[in-house]
């Protein structure tokens, strides 16, 4: 008999945890990048006292309050207003004069986490005059988050780094006109959640629900495997109206998908592409 490889057992006992939270819960992680995923495991494993995977999965599935633990924990939840400025700078100059020419426009944050990303599209589209022409969507596979993004309310802490990040990207205002500063943090005007649309939305699981001219999914695939990334590029693709604009993370791709010869781009470094194929 062959002497059992380094990480085997922990292996099977990867596979056997989200095998059982894909079929009892319906969440898919099976095609995680399984690093990160590991580490993130593991993490939960100490914060709920536990010593192997095998104990955190009877925990779980006999105990939906830890399930709740560990979504939170599982996926990576960072992210910020206008990050990456100059992604932002490359869709004021190169995406928003296309959609000018639009009588309405559609547009999807895919996994938008606390909001963020979304309330500084909605900035943006407002300072360019095209707000009141636009429906958001912004969903994410965890419901706590999406909570947060409807509630908009940030630590007043950041604010000064947002000002600095909101002013790289083109800003053209004083950055607090968008925001009341209270004892709760910094509340962001509900002028810019008018037009928004917050709900959760699996992408591994859950299918299109509608056709948009901008779809932004930055900063999620990169927890994907291959095999998940093509799957997933295939619903944003179907998801996009023809000449509607993806954006994508700074460390993400089109290349070596199946959908690459669908797209031009728009700006390649900043990763802002366009459907072009019918
Ligand atoms: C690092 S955040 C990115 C937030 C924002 N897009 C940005 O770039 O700052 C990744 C988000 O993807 C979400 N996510 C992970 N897997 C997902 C899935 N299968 N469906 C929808 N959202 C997912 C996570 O819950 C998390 O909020």
């Known amino acids: 008999m062959l002497p059992p490889r380094p990480n085997e057992l922990e292996d099977i006992e990867v596979q056997l945890l989200l095998e059982g939270i894909y079929r009892y819960y319906g969440f898919d992680f099976r095609n995680y990048a399984m690093a990160s995923l590991k580490r993130r495991i593991w993490n939960v494993i100490r914060a709920e006292n536990l010593t192997t995977v095998s ?11 830890c399930l709740e633990r560990f979504l939170l924990n599982l996926t990576v939840n960072v992210t910020s207003m206008f990050r990456d400025p100059s992604f932002y700078v490359a869709f004021r100059t190169k995406a928003i004069p296309l959609l000018r020419t639009y009588p309405f ?10 909001g963020e990303e979304v ?7 407002l300072e360019e005059g095209l707000y009141h022409r636009c ?11 999406v909570k947060k993004a409807k509630l908009g309310i940030y630590p007043l802490r950041l604010m000064q780094e947002y000002t600095q990040l909101y002013q790289l990207a083109g800003g053209q205002k004083a950055f607090s006109e968008y925001y009341t500063a209270n004892l709760d943090g910094a509340m962001f005007s509900p002028s810019l959640k008018k037009n928004i649309v917050f709900s959760a939305h699996n992408l591994v699981t859950d299918s299109s629900f509608n056709e948009f001219n901008v779809i932004f999914c930055r900063n999620v695939l990169i927890y994907f495997d291959k095999q998940l990334q093509d799957k997933v590029h295939k619903l944003l693709y179907t998801s996009l109206r023809r000449f509607g604009i993806l954006g994508l993370g700074k460390h993400e791709s089109l290349i070596s998908t199946p959908y690459q010869s669908n797209y031009e781009a728009l700006d390649a470094s900043e990763k802002l592409f366009r459907r072009v194929t019918p």
């Open 55 to 65: 104990s955190l999965q009877d925990r779980i599935l006999h105990d939906k309050s």
């Open 105 to 114: 426009i559609r547009i999807w944050h895919a996994g938008c986490s606390t």
């Open 119 to 125: 309330y500084s599209m909605a900035i943006m589209l």
């Open 135 to 145: 429906r958001i969507y912004a969903t994410d596979m965890n419901e706590e988050v």
